[in-house]
T-cell receptor
Framework: KAGVTQTPRYLIKTRGQQVTLSCSPISGHRSVSWYQQTPGQGLQFLFEYFSETQRNKGNFPGRFSGRQFSNSRSEMNVSTLELGDSALYLC?????????????FGPGTRLLVL | GEDVEQSLFLSVREGDSSVINCTYTDSSSTYLYWYKQEPGAGLQLLTYIFSNMDMKQDQRLTVLLNKKDKHLSLRIADTQTGDSAIYFCAESNAGGTSYGKLTFGQGTILTVHP
């Protein structure tokens, strides 16, 4: 089975721009979670989607949004980029059948905001 | 709220055992995970334990859980230079507000010397 894939792997943007990141889950997995990883804050939960619906959300501003498509692929969008948005963005997939399901992570998208 | 703490650094000699410790605060934590992150990569699931277990062994990995003290440890036997990485402890619970959300520790940097 192919693992979780994320595109692109690297991105450079400037302040004020917006960015869209993509995540394809493991085949058969219907839940996708997104995390932001920075040296200062560590790994922080952004949101989770299951069957095209957001089921859970972390403490991030509204500039961070996401969606999920009928094939379970997910995208996250960050609008009006700030320097502090520079981070590794990780997505993880699971079956989504329960709140504690094991999550499998992709390689991440490294975003640099200049 | 949930909080997960880990020691930041561990240095061992090749062939020795490594023990990485983690404490968590959420008494409703149901699932506890260990992930490994190598430079420039995503998170690799190493092992997990349910809160109704005390111990789990998986080849060179042994996880011990002291639920009373909310303490989790990961022991790596016969540590190799390829085990050098950042190790993250993470917890989730089965509550309805926890879908897709893992709470991570800040990670322990394991350095293995030849």
């Amino acid at each position: 089975k192919a693992g979780v894939t994320q595109t692109p792997r690297y991105l450079i943007k400037t302040r004020g721009q917006q960015v869209t990141l993509s995540c394809s889950p493991i085949s058969g997995h219907r839940s996708v979670s997104w995390y932001q990883q920075t040296p200062g804050q560590g790994l922080q939960f952004l949101f989770e989607y299951f069957s095209e619906t957001q089921r859970n959300k972390g403490n991030f501003p509204g500039r961070f949004s996401g969606r999920q498509f009928s094939n379970s692929r997910s995208e996250m969008n960050v609008s009006t980029l700030e320097l502090g948005d520079s981070a590794l963005y990780l997505c993880a997939s699971s079956t989504g059948q329960g709140a504690g399901e094991t999550q499998y992570f992709g390689p991440g998208t490294r975003l640099l905001v200049l | 709220g949930e909080d997960v703490e880990q020691s930041l650094f561990l240095s061992v000699r090749e062939g020795d055992s490594s023990v990485i410790n983690c404490t968590y605060t959420d008494s409703s934590s149901t699932y506890l995970y260990w992930y490994k992150q190598e430079p420039g990569a995503g998170l690799q699931l190493l092992t997990y334990i349910f809160s109704n277990m005390d111990m789990k062994q998986d080849q060179r990995l042994t996880v011990l859980l002291n639920k009373k003290d909310k303490h989790l440890s990961l022991r790596i036997a016969d540590t190799q230079t390829g085990d050098s990485a950042i190790y993250f402890c993470a917890e989730s619970n089965a509550g309805g507000t926890s879908y897709g959300k893992l709470t991570f520790g800040q990670g322990t940097i394991l350095t293995v010397h030849p």
